[in-house]
């Protein structure tokens, strides 16, 4: 992507069988392999550039040490006390949701009596086996076609195979109003049962990957809640970070993207989704 080589800031307020590509049942087979990605050693990195976190406009961003990885990235960061983006990039592009759609399963499940505990697990080791059942169970498609209209989700766009939840189109505009849904209109009960779950989030998922990337360990001695999704490789290697950081959940960030599987490897990609969250994070004033 460079993962951007710069990511253009507006700052108004500073002036795989992976997680997503496990199939439901109910429909004809994709024709697409995807292989399961093995977990990431690690993508807690060190910032590239001091003078980048906090004198500039623009976030550089590669991970130390490694070469960096081509491929596609969009960032949004939505301040929910001044109502303001404060930062964008690409912020209409589409990409496979992965399991970021759990979001949508998991209010949709909810909204219809299910077990909260089974969709807090859900959530916050990423199941793809209690997300493969919700989904048939609420008519698979159907739930994004309802969401779109709940949520106000122009951009989203269903899969075409219903059995492959993941490959729901997404951009990081969508998942900001999917956040700003849960915390501002949903109901208390089912509002604090995904946040909690979504601060509960484990450090490796259902399926054995690491999940701090991104976000969480961007953004360490902050409080956090997130949702992650990965998968690879159809061909992309996807990775996205997504969630709240701050005080009552101040700021909300999408952060998606994409790479080509085979030049590239899980530690490269989240290293450089990492620090480009932690340079972005370091300009916000909490």
């Known amino acids: 992507m460079r993962i951007p080589a710069t990511v253009v800031l507006t700052v108004a307020s500073l002036t795989l069988v992976g997680c997503g590509h496990v199939r439901a049942t109910g429909s004809q087979p994709s024709p697409v392999a995807v292989t399961a990605p093995p977990p990431l050693?690690?993508?807690?990195?060190?910032?590239?550039?001091?003078?980048?976190?906090?004198?500039?406009?623009?976030?550089?961003?590669?991970?130390?040490?490694?070469?960096?990885?081509?491929?596609?990235?969009?960032?949004?960061?939505?301040?929910?006390?001044?109502?303001?983006?404060?930062?964008?990039?690409?912020?209409?592009?589409?990409?496979?949701?992965?399991?970021?759609?759990?979001?949508?399963?998991?209010?949709?499940?909810?909204?219809?009596?299910?077990?909260?505990?089974?969709?807090?697990?859900?959530?916050?080791?990423?199941?793809?086996?209690?997300?493969?059942?919700?989904?048939?169970?609420?008519?698979?498609?159907?739930?994004?076609?309802?969401?779109?209209?709940?949520?106000?989700?122009?951009?989203?766009?269903?899969?075409?195979?219903?059995?492959?939840?993941?490959?729901?189109?997404?951009?990081?505009?969508?998942?900001?109003?999917?956040?700003?849904?849960?915390?501002?209109?949903?109901?208390?009960?089912?509002?604090?049962?995904?946040?909690?779950?979504?601060?509960?989030?484990?450090?490796?998922?259902a399926d054995d990957f690491y999940q701090y990337y991104g976000i969480v360990d961007a953004t360490e001695g902050h409080d956090w809640a997130v949702k992650q999704g990965w998968a690879c490789c159809k061909p992309d290697r996807v990775l996205h970070s997504t969630g709240v950081i701050g005080d009552d959940h101040r700021y909300i960030i999408a952060a998606l993207s994409a790479h080509d599987g085979p030049s590239t490897t899980w530690d490269q990609v989240g290293g450089e989704l990492t620090d480009t969250i932690r340079q972005a994070e370091a300009k916000l004033h909490r």
């Open 41 to 205: 050693s690690s993508v807690a990195v060190t910032s590239t550039s001091d003078a980048a976190a906090g004198t500039s406009d623009t976030v550089a961003a590669a991970a130390p040490g490694s070469p960096e990885a081509d491929g596609r990235f969009s960032l949004v960061v939505f301040d929910r006390t001044t109502g303001q983006v404060v930062m964008s990039e690409n912020p209409t592009d589409h990409f496979p949701a992965e399991s970021v759609v759990k979001l949508l399963i998991a209010v949709t499940a909810l909204q219809n009596g299910s077990d909260a505990g089974l969709v807090a697990t859900m959530l916050s080791v990423s199941d793809d086996d209690i997300a493969n059942t919700l989904w048939e169970q609420y008519g698979n498609i159907a739930i994004i076609e309802r969401m779109a209209k709940v949520m106000d989700l122009p951009d989203i766009v269903v899969p075409d195979d219903p059995g492959w939840w993941g490959n729901t189109q997404i951009t990081a505009d969508d998942v900001v109003e999917i956040y700003r849904y849960i915390l501002d209109r949903a109901p208390a009960p089912l509002r604090d049962t995904i946040m909690k779950a979504l601060a509960s989030t484990t450090r490796t998922a």
